[in-house]
């Protein structure tokens, strides 16, 4: 079974960053589009950003525009998300999640998932 496992998250001031990393302990990414998603309390999951095995970028959301940025780099075997200016309607659990080559938005599309880290943005 393979598992992604995400790390980074926290608890931050209004204007804070984060850095979200997300791999795949003995399980190799090259050949996956790598998706984060985020699940607000009481909201339906939503997807963030996605990068492609091509490293194509796939923005989900536009009110995050300019302040959520994906990366990875496979000879690390992680995917990252870098969080800038959070907002208190960031705030919820972020998952990243692997599924063939290709970006989708579609959650049910993906093959694997991490366990998801909290982030929690204060006013």
């Known amino acids: 079974q393979v598992q992604l496992v995400e790390s980074g998250g926290g608890r931050v001031q209004a204007g804070g960053s984060l850095r979200l990393s997300c791999t795949a302990p003995g399980f190799s990414l090259d050949d996956y589009a790598i998706g984060w998603f985020r699940q607000a309390p009481g909201k339906e999951r939503e997807g963030v950003r996605c990068i492609s095995y091509g490293n194509r970028i796939s923005p989900y959301i536009r009110s995050v525009e300019g302040r959520f940025t994906i990366s990875r780099d496979n000879a690390q075997n992680t995917a990252w998300l870098q969080i800038n200016g959070l907002e208190p309607d960031d705030t919820g659990v972020y998952y990243c999640?692997?599924?063939?080559?290709?970006?989708?938005?579609?959650?049910?599309?993906?093959?694997?998932w991490g366990q998801g880290t909290q982030v929690t943005v204060s006013s």
């Open positions: 999640a692997a599924r063939d080559f290709d970006c989708s938005e579609r959650f049910g599309s993906y093959n694997y």
